[in-house]
């Protein structure tokens, strides 16, 4: 990740993203029993305040200062640690999460931090992922999409519980025409 590049496109508006939750976030994770939970490239912070609302303890990751600094001005203390980092670079801790979400962040498949996401997830814990749509996509490079994370887990260690592609809930992105989400939701077993 350039974090350069991350803090202009953030310097350049006032707000680039709604300030709502994932509306993927909201129904995958509805009945939950929270616990701690780890936001990746959380932006602004909306997720990472919704779940800390929801009573989630959260560590919400993010390559930009601009992005960080926005988030924790709206926590208005909620409980959320702003780790500014690039997990390319810094694996989470094995086995620490309840709840490991990757909301539309742009994973390459074979982005070196993949397993070590896959890792972040406690036995019993849920991993979400979501991202536009390969039909929704200019280019869609090399990203990761909900298949490709699947053929990493492990059949006898996850549950695959979730891995489909469904209209988007809320509008879309300013300046953008995605209108479905690729979403996968897996349950870590051992």
């Not at 702003?82 to 086995?95: C, E, I, S, T």
């Not at 490991?100 to 814990?125: E, M, T, W």
């Not at 994370?149 to 809320?170: C, D, K, M």
Request: charged share 25%; with cysteine.
């Amino acid at each position: 990740m350039d974090a350069r590049r991350w803090d202009e496109m953030y310097r350049s508006r006032d707000q680039v993203f709604s300030g709502d939750p994932n509306p993927v976030l909201v129904a995958e994770t509805a009945g939950l029993v929270p616990g701690r939970a780890l936001d990746v490239g959380c932006g602004e912070g909306a997720d990472a305040i919704w779940l800390a609302r929801k009573g989630w303890r959260v560590t919400a990751v993010d390559v930009s200062e601009v992005a960080l600094g926005r988030a924790a001005a709206a926590s208005d203390g909620d409980w959320v640690e702003w780790v500014r980092a690039d997990v390319a670079d810094v694996a989470p801790r094995l086995g620490a999460f309840d709840l490991v979400s990757v909301q539309y962040f742009p994973l390459r498949r074979r982005h070196v931090s993949l397993r070590g996401l896959l890792d972040a997830v406690a036995p019993g814990g849920t991993l979400l992922f979501a991202t536009h749509a390969l039909a929704d996509l200019d280019d869609p490079g090399d990203y990761s999409q909900p298949d490709d994370i699947v053929r990493l887990l492990e059949p006898l260690s996850w549950r695959v519980q979730v891995n489909e592609t469904r209209r988007r809930a809320g509008p879309a992105p300013v300046g953008t025409r995605h209108s479905h989400d690729a979403v996968l939701r897996a349950l870590r077993l051992t």
